[in-house]
C-alpha cells in the first residue's frame, strides 16, 4: 500500500544486515492488515551504535529490532529493560516511549516458547529439558523453559566452562552435563532442543543418539537452513514429535510489531510459507 506522510516507522538494525529476515515478516503483516508503515534493515557499524539510538527516535522511528552484533549494545543503551531482558542479558526489541526514552526487551524467549506451545500442545513441560549450546539462544531459552515450569534443564556445550557461566546467572536448576554425556541428559527429559549451529548449511554435523529420549519427548532444533535438519530428520524416524527453528524466528516478531503498528499480528501457514520462500536462493 502506498505510505502517507504519517506512516508509522520501525526496523531492524545489525552489522551485517542482508541476511536478516525480519523485513520480510514485518512487512508480510503491514501488508495483510493494511497498515501506514514501514520497516527497513538499517547496517549499523557497531562503531556508530550510541550515535545510532540517539538519532533514531528523532528520525520518527518507533522502534527497532536488534541483531547480531548489537543486542548486548542495546541492552546497555535503552533506559528500561524488561525482567526477561535482564535475565537474559540482550535486548533485542527497542520500543520508544512517549517521553523519548527507550524501553528494552528480548522476545526470544517467547518466540522459543510460543512456537513450541503451538506445535505441540500439551508437550511434557513436567520433566526436565535439555539444550544443546550455551551462547545467547541458549540463555533465553532457558529464560522460557524456566518461566514456563519446567523442572531442571540440562545444559550441553562443547566448551563446558561456557555452560557453567551461564548456569551460574540461573542457579540451581539448570545442570550442566558434559557434551560426552548426552544419553545421559535425554533419559527421562521431555524436550531436547538444539541452540548451536551444528547441523545448519556449510557448519558441521550434530553427531548425537536419540535413544535415550522418551517416546513422548520433542526434539526442537532452532536451524532453520535448513528447515529439516539432520536432528529433525532422525527424531521422525523415531516418530518423535518435532518442532523447527523457523517458527521461533516469526513469533519473536510478534511483541514489537504489536508494540510499533499497534496490532497483534498472528503467525499463520501462509506467512511460513512466504518466510520459506524468501530463504529459497
Known sequence: MTLSGAAKLAGVIGWPIAHSRSPAIHGYWLEQYQIDGAYVPLGIDPNNIDQMFDALPKLGFRGWNVTLPHKESAFRLVHERTQTATEIGAVN??????????HGD????FGFMAHLDQSVPGWPKDRPAAVLGAGGAARAICSGLLQAGVPSVRLLNRTRARAETLAAAFGDRIEVVDWTECGQALAGAGLLTNTTSLGMTKQPPLEIELDELPGDGVVYDIVYVPLETDLLAQA????????????????????????WFGVDAQVTPDLHQSVIKDLLP
Open 236 to 259: 521422525r524416524a523415531r516418530d518423535l514429535a518435532c518442532v523447527d527453528g523457523l517458527g521461533m524466528l516469526l513469533h519473536q516478531a510478534r511483541p514489537g510489531f504489536h508494540r
Open 106 to 109: 528480548n522476545s526470544d524467549a
Open 93 to 102: 526489541t527497542v520500543t520508544v516511549q512517549p517521553d523519548g526514552s527507550l
